[in-house]
């Protein structure tokens, strides 16, 4: 009986989803510039991720995690951290010289507004580079110092 209930809670545990290193990383790096992570839903219907300007709250949907895309989002929302930081607390945008994937386009281009949609544009554009934590990281570095 006890292997049983034993092996169960080892399946389940195996079966948990826990955020990757470089979430982690990330995580930890916002911290470190002030910015404070939640780990739950935002309180913007539907969003996986979404970043409060005033009080510098990131909010991640716990189902990221179950998406695989927990460090995807991440890195969406370090990049609107560092469009903040170089507003210095109002956001704006870095002028990036990198595009994102067309794929992304639909994901940005439904704003109305050319603002914001320039400032998806460019998470959108570091979000799905090969080395987008590192451009994350970076930007973090340049803009939140």
Not at 103 to 113: E, I, K, L, V
Request: charged content about 20%.
């Amino acid at each position: 009986m006890i292997e049983t209930v034993l092996l169960n809670f080892l399946l389940l545990l195996s079966q948990t989803t826990t955020p990757e290193r470089k979430f982690i990383d990330l995580k930890n790096q916002l911290e470190k510039f002030g910015f404070q992570v939640i780990i739950q839903l935002p309180p913007k219907r539907g969003a996986y991720g979404l970043l409060q300007e005033a009080s510098k709250k990131i909010w991640i949907n716990p189902v990221v995690f179950d998406l695989q895309i927990g460090t995807q989002t991440i890195i969406h929302e370090a990049v609107h951290a560092a469009q903040v930081c170089a507003g210095k607390g109002k956001i704006k945008t870095l002028g990036l010289n990198i595009q994102p994937i067309n794929y992304a386009r639909p994901f940005f281009m439904h704003y109305s507004d050319i603002h914001r949609q320039d400032l998806e544009r460019e998470a959108y554009a570091v979000q799905t580079q090969p080395n987008s934590f590192e451009l994350a990281t970076s930007l973090l570095k340049k803009h939140c110092k």
